[in-house]
């Protein structure tokens, strides 16, 4: 089972996805935490991606679109995969769509995580004050939800034309979305 989660940023999609791909058994991949780690290690890619990330911008199309293949083409991603943060824009969907469907896959589920603005920006403050990430940062966050906005939002008609998006109520207690959200994907 193919299943992205899908949200702006602060919506929940790490802490749930996590959650959720444990449940189902497959493999959880966040293009965040691999570019994070990129930049961490000193990589091409991290030294590519830092500037962008911590403006608060997409990482270009240019750059990701090659992780992304790494990780469909992946020994892991065989059974199924949660990605979780990406695809993010209609480029990187149409990508993800050529080449699982070159494998016979599909993306099964959508579920697209709905979450106040206000309630956003709180919690990626309250984020920042406890881990400290560098795009965590007030001018940041307001880019992030302009861009998300702007370029990833735009993924939900894409997949609403393919009839697999699950809308799911992303406000509250965690273990309520949580079990929300496994009835969307079920
Ligand atoms: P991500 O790592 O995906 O960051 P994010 O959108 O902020 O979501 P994240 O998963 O971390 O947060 P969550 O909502 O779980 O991306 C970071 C950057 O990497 C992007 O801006 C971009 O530059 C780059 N990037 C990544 N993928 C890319 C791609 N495909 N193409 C181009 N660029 C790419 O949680 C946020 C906070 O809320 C946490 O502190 C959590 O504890 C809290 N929280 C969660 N659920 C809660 C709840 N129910 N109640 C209260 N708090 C909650």
Redesign the pocket.
């Known amino acids: 089972m193919f299943v992205l989660i899908l949200?702006?940023?602060?919506?929940?999609?790490?802490?749930?996805?996590t959650i959720l791909a444990g449940h189902l058994g497959i493999p959880q991949v966040?293009?965040?935490?691999l570019?994070?780690a990129a930049v961490k290690a000193g990589t091409p890619l991290g030294k590519k991606?830092k500037g962008?990330?911590d403006q608060?911008?997409?990482?270009?199309?240019s750059v990701?679109l090659g992780?992304?293949n790494e990780i469909l083409d992946s020994e892991q991603a065989r059974g199924g995969l949660l990605m979780?943060?990406?695809?993010?824009?209609v480029a990187?969907a149409m990508a993800v769509d050529r080449i699982l469907s070159a494998k016979g896959h599909r993306v099964d589920r959508v579920a697209m995580?709905d979450v106040d603005e206000q309630?956003l920006a709180q919690?990626?403050l309250?984020?920042a004050a406890?881990?400290g990430r560098s795009?965590?940062n007030p001018q940041s966050i307001q880019q992030?939800l302009r861009?998300?906005h702007q370029l990833t939002a735009p993924l939900i008609a894409y997949y609403e034309s393919q009839g697999v998006v699950r809308r799911v109520a992303?406000?509250?207690?965690?273990n309520a979305?949580q079990q929300r959200l496994r009835i969307a994907v079920a």
């Open positions: 949200g702006a940023p602060g919506s929940g999609k790490g802490t749930q996805g966040s293009t965040g935490d570019l994070r991606a962008y990330m608060g911008l997409l990482v270009p199309d990701i992780l992304i979780d943060g990406f695809p993010r824009t990187q995580l309630e919690r990626l309250g984020r406890k881990e795009d965590d992030r861009v998300y992303g406000m509250g207690d965690i979305i």
